[in-house]
């Protein structure tokens, strides 16, 4: 086997956009399957893009003996039902960030996997952009100090995005934190080689039974000291993300981490005397990071090695979820 075969389970909007093109990129994996709630409407798409074959439910898709692993790409509530069908079969699984609407189920999902032996990855693509790669090695490097304070954000209008169940609790979990505080979140962490002491957070809530949270700022402490704020916004007339670590010798930033095929700019600060003495700047250009992850991923299927991202650590993102959720205000 020099490919390895994916479905896609939960074919939408972001799959076709985003998942799909990278799948075929990758010189080692190919698309042969995906799955979408209507047969008619799978079968029209896979007839469009020219995809072997099409199913209207995620057991007969994982029955396939075509298919040697899934890409999750559904609503968060269907994350965790999925992975056991999935594992059941003993399919590959690569999951889209966040990996559960809890802990509880994250480790449900883990033990499935385990217990079958196949791959199991939660897809945190930053991990692969060598923008945050390049801010980790700068931090571990000691070149701006210990660090005191990080911080991140990302904002957008979800009023414009098309998964309606974005703002449905039982189906999200949660809001912005959930949908894209995790990038911030996981990116801090990965930065900092670092885990969670403890969560805070405020919220926005939207109004209705069942409705998730619109805005949130969650603040945390990290094992080694360092504190952040992670602020994550459904309410923004624009789309923005940025990233700062502070430390003891200077600072590193960039706007605009987290989008693929695109330049950017990383800034690092110095000082001197309590003034600002000196600004560099690096531009880095960000690939398509869906390309790398799932590149990687089946590299770990052909070659039996482990993923970038481990189960425990996305693990650890979801528990820091579930008590900015329980510790809110």
Known sequence: MNKIRYGIIGFGAFAERAI???????????????QKRSLDMAKWKAEEHGIPLYFDSVDRLVASPDVDAVFIVSANGQHHPETLFAAKAKKHILVEKPMALNAAQGKEMI???????????????LRFSPLIRRMKEIVQSGM????????????YDAGMSQRGWLWDKHAAGGGP??????????????????????????????DGANKVEKTNVMTLRF??????????????????????FVGT????????FTPSNTPTTLEIKFGSQGNLSDVKKEEIF????YQLEVTHFSDCILNDTQPLV?????????????LALKNSV
Not at 178 to 185: A, E, P, R, S, V
Not at 223 to 244: D, H, M, N, P
């Open 310 to 322: 481990s189960a425990d650590s996305a693990l650890h993102n979801q528990e820091v979820l579930d």
């Open 223 to 244: 094992s080694k000291g360092t504190l952040a704020a992670v602020y994550s916004s459904f309410e923004s007339s624009y789309r923005q993300t940025y990233i700062e």
């Open 177 to 206: 934190l959930f949908d894209i505080g995790i990038h911030c979140l996981d990116s801090i962490r990965c930065v900092l080689d670092d885990t969670v002491a403890s969560v805070q957070s405020m919220m926005r809530h939207a």
């Open 144 to 155: 701006i100090g210990e660090i005191s304070f990080a911080r991140s954000e990302f904002i």
């Open 286 to 289: 960000v690939p398509d990071l």
């Open 20 to 34: 799909m093109p990278a799948i075929r990129k990758c010189e080692n994996s190919e698309l042969v399957a995906i």
């Open 249 to 256: 010798k200077g600072s590193l930033s960039a706007f605009y």
């Open 111 to 125: 033990e499935a996997c385990k217990s079958t032996n196949v791959k199991f990855m939660v897809g945190h693509m």
